[in-house]
Nanobody, 123 residues
Framework: QVQLVESGGGLVQAGGSLRLSCAAS????????MGWFRQAPGKEREFTAA????????YYADSVKGRFTISRDIAKNTVYLQMNSLKPEDTAVYYC????????????????WGQGTQVTVSS
């Protein structure tokens, strides 16, 4: 059974940085896309970034492009989201997710989800 466990959230001032981690277990993830999504209070969950486990190609939402970097450590079965130049509007619960890779459909339907980690950016 696939399990995704996020960590690394917290409170940070605007302009600061955080690194989120997602420890993945339960299968080998070759052929999978790993994504980060976020949900702010009163808003719908939105796609943030994704990485293809095999090959490492990445895809970002326009709102985080140039500030966030997604990466993975194959040996540790862990996906990271490095978040720099954080803004108050980045405040949200961040979720790690996984799905089988299909073409360039990085923002498609994800099948497995973590429990989320809170990121709060103060102004």
């Amino acid at each position: 059974q696939v399990q995704l466990v996020e960590s690394g959230g917290g409170l940070v001032q605007a302009g600061g940085s955080l690194r989120l981690s997602c420890a993945a277990s339960g299968r080998t993830f070759g052929g999978y896309d790993m994504g980060w999504f976020r949900q702010a209070p009163g808003k719908e969950r939105e796609f943030t970034a994704a990485i293809r486990w095999s090959g490492g190609s990445t895809y970002y939402a326009d709102s985080v492009k140039g500030r966030f970097t997604i990466s993975r450590d194959i040996a540790k079965n862990t996906v990271y989201l490095q978040m720099n130049s954080l803004k108050p509007e980045d405040t949200a619960v961040y979720y790690c997710a996984a799905k089988y890779s299909i073409g360039n459909d990085y923002n498609g339907r994800y099948d497995y989800w973590g429990q989320g980690t809170q990121v709060t950016v103060s102004s």
